[in-house]
Nanobody
Framework: EVQCVESGGGLVQAGGSLRLSCAAS????????VGWFRQAPGKEREGVSY????????YYTDSVQGRFIISSDSAKNTVFLQMNSLKPEDTATYYC??????????????????WGQGTQVTVSS
């Protein structure tokens, strides 16, 4: 099946760190922008960060700027999201997806494909 596969979620105390992984299954990240989204209970899914496989450019939503770092390993066809200084409000299911389009923000979920099943991140206070 062609999809992104997320891993690395878990339970962590506030101030702690987690590293999420997104692996491509059945395709490669070449020529895609790879993005991380999250959805907290009762809230809409929001874009968190992306990285372009074309030029390495990155984007972070304001609430994670300075705390999260996105990176990629093309040899492993994997994208990572290093999450530091975690806060209870970061608690959510984190999803990975790709888009072939040139974008500046992460609005417009219809532009994103190959969604994964998500990985749960819980930050305790």
């Amino acid at each position: 099946e062609v999809q992104c596969v997320e891993s690395g979620g878990g339970l962590v105390q506030a101030g702690g760190s987690l590293r999420l992984s997104c692996a491509a299954s059945g395709f490669t990240f070449d020529n895609y922008i790879v993005g991380w989204f999250r959805q907290a209970p009762g809230k809409e899914r929001e874009g968190v960060s992306y990285i372009s496989s074309l030029d390495g450019s990155t984007y972070y939503t304001d609430s994670v700027q300075g705390r999260f770092i996105i990176s990629s390993d093309s040899a492993k066809n994997t994208v990572f999201l290093q999450m530091n200084s975690l806060k209870p409000e970061d608690t959510a299911t984190y999803y990975c997806a790709v888009t072939p389009f040139s974008i500046s923000t992460m609005e417009g979920e219809e532009l994103w494909n190959y969604w994964g099943q998500g990985t749960q991140v819980t930050v305790s206070s």
